[in-house]
């Protein structure tokens, strides 16, 4: 008797010592806290398994061993201890705080040890959910304060077991526009059928995520929460302060929604569409400050036929822009003081452009151009 169990212990021993490892936040072990981990969480969430040892309780982001739970994710069967992230035994909103507090970490050493996260396609929707971003207001001026709108709209028809049980997406757009550092995202208020997370001021307390970009993920609890069209949450920019002429050019403020993601309770990703509203930029002219006196330049020739000769002849120069009847940037060059600079000019269409060359010492000159 006493041979066997100690033949049990031999057996069972080498398993034990084979430490399953994660770091707290990453729910879907990709190597990476982030927004899409929230839909990890929604999927594992009511989920119960072992809890880890006391001293590897909690969400600082260290190497904490756990037991490997009896399921895992039902797409991508990444385990569900993983979503435990305080290591309590069970998946509760409070797992959400860790994705918060370590957001934008990264690792290599989990174990099992991180894969990209892949879910596996849905068949053809017929009736297909929409994201809808509005902005509010529809224009801005410098020192304004915009609003962009997360709408989701849901497709007339669509059963509720197909329907999506979250999305993630990441916002881009144009950085030296808005002021980085105050971009917000809010979450709407008095809802508790849904969890957050996103890469920005308000959600984001540990570190910011590269400039130009919002990340956002919302999921329901285990069960599928966009099943009617609803608000998901609004981001607020602040205008940076730009030199835009209003009498000559405009700027528009446009955002991208990179690598959308949409996952029903299967975990498989679905289609869906997005829209996206477009805002123009303008400085009013009763807030610009009297015009000071324009730099002294000299742009030749005009009409220009290949290469554009620019100088100017009181100051170094900035940044030098030139832009096209319709406003669209060609060339956008950063000077490192020079005072004169040769463009070529023949890959550019023929037409008017405007040339504005803004100098080290603040003023700038906008002339006007012909290209054959
Ligand atoms: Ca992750
Ligand atoms: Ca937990």
């Given at each position: 008797?006493?041979?066997?169990?100690?033949l049990?212990?031999?057996?069972?021993l080498?398993?034990?010592?084979?430490a399953?490892?994660?770091?707290?936040?990453?729910?879907?072990?990709?190597?990476?806290?982030?927004?899409?981990?929230?839909?990890?969480?929604g999927?594992?969430f009511?989920?119960?398994?072992?809890?880890?040892?006391?001293?590897?309780?909690?969400?600082?982001?260290?190497?904490?061993?756990?037991?490997?739970?009896?399921?895992?994710l039902?797409?991508?069967?990444?385990n569900?201890?993983?979503?435990?992230?305080?290591?309590?035994?069970?998946?509760?909103?409070?797992?959400?705080?860790?994705?918060?507090?370590?957001?934008?970490?990264?690792?290599?050493?989990?174990?099992?040890?991180?894969?990209?996260?892949?879910?596996?396609?849905?068949a053809?929707?017929s009736?297909?959910?929409?994201l809808v971003?509005?902005?509010?207001p529809?224009?801005?001026?410098?020192?304004?304060t915009?609003?962009?709108?997360?709408?989701?709209?849901?497709?007339?028809?669509l059963?509720?077991?197909d329907?999506?049980?979250?999305?993630?997406?990441?916002?881009?757009?144009?950085?030296?526009?808005?002021?980085?550092?105050?971009?917000?995202?809010?979450?709407p208020?008095?809802?508790?059928d849904?969890?957050?997370?996103?890469?920005?001021?308000?959600?984001?307390?540990?570190?910011?995520?590269?400039?130009?970009?919002?990340?956002?993920?919302?999921?329901?609890?285990?069960?599928?929460?966009?099943?009617?069209?609803?608000?998901?949450?609004?981001?607020?920019?602040?205008i940076?302060?730009?030199?835009?002429?209003?009498?000559?050019f405009w700027?528009?403020?446009?955002?991208?929604v990179?690598?959308?993601?949409?996952?029903?309770?299967?975990?498989?990703?679905?289609?869906f569409g997005?829209?996206?509203?477009?805002?123009?930029?303008?400085?009013?002219?009763?807030?610009?400050?009297p015009?000071?006196a324009?730099l002294?330049?000299?742009?030749?020739?005009s009409?220009?036929?290949?290469?554009?000769?620019?100088e100017?002849?009181?100051?170094?120069?900035?940044r030098?822009?030139i832009?096209?009847?319709?406003?669209k940037?060609?060339?956008?060059r950063?000077?490192?003081?020079?005072r004169?600079v040769?463009?070529s000019?023949?890959?550019?269409p023929p037409?008017?452009?405007w040339?504005?060359?803004?100098g080290?010492?603040?003023?700038?000159?906008?002339q006007?151009?012909?290209?054959?």
């Amino acid at each position: 008797m006493l041979m066997k169990t100690g033949l049990c212990l031999l057996l069972f021993l080498p398993f034990a010592l084979q430490a399953q490892l994660l770091r707290p936040g990453d729910a879907n072990n990709d190597g990476r806290v982030d927004h899409l981990d929230v839909l990890a969480i929604g999927l594992s969430f009511g989920q119960e398994g072992p809890p880890r040892e006391p001293p590897f309780q909690g969400i600082d982001w260290m190497l904490k061993p756990f037991e490997l739970w009896p399921g895992g994710l039902p797409g991508t069967m990444v385990n569900y201890g993983f979503s435990d992230c305080d290591g309590d035994g069970l998946v509760t909103v409070e797992d959400v705080e860790a994705l918060q507090m370590n957001y934008d970490s990264t690792h290599m050493d989990s174990q099992p040890p991180p894969l990209p996260w892949t879910p596996p396609d849905t068949a053809f929707l017929s009736a297909l959910p929409r994201l809808v971003f509005t902005f509010d207001p529809d224009t801005a001026t410098v020192q304004d304060t915009l609003y962009l709108h997360i709408f989701y709209e849901h497709p007339f028809g669509l059963p509720l077991e197909d329907s999506p049980l979250g999305v993630a997406f990441t916002l881009e757009f144009d950085e030296t526009l808005v002021k980085d550092s105050l971009t917000v995202v809010f979450f709407p208020d008095t809802v508790s059928d849904l969890l957050f997370a996103a890469g920005a001021t308000g959600f984001a307390d540990a570190r910011a995520v590269p400039p130009g970009m919002v990340e956002y993920g919302a999921a329901g609890k285990g069960q599928p929460a966009l099943t009617f069209s609803r608000p998901l949450g609004v981001v607020r920019f602040i205008i940076e302060d730009i030199i835009v002429r209003p009498d000559t050019f405009w700027t528009d403020f446009k955002v991208d929604v990179a690598k959308p993601v949409m996952i029903n309770a299967k975990e498989q990703i679905m289609q869906f569409g997005v829209l996206v509203d477009d805002v123009v930029l303008f400085q009013e002219l009763s807030a610009v400050p009297p015009p000071p006196a324009p730099l002294s330049v000299r742009v030749y020739p005009s009409p220009v036929l290949d290469v554009l000769h620019m100088e100017s002849t009181e100051s170094p120069l900035a940044r030098v822009r030139i832009f096209d009847v319709f406003g669209k940037r060609v060339v956008d060059r950063e000077m490192q003081g020079q005072r004169q600079v040769d463009l070529s000019a023949t890959s550019w269409p023929p037409g008017f452009y405007w040339v504005n060359m803004l100098g080290e010492n603040g003023r700038f000159a906008v002339q006007n151009l012909v290209k054959l």
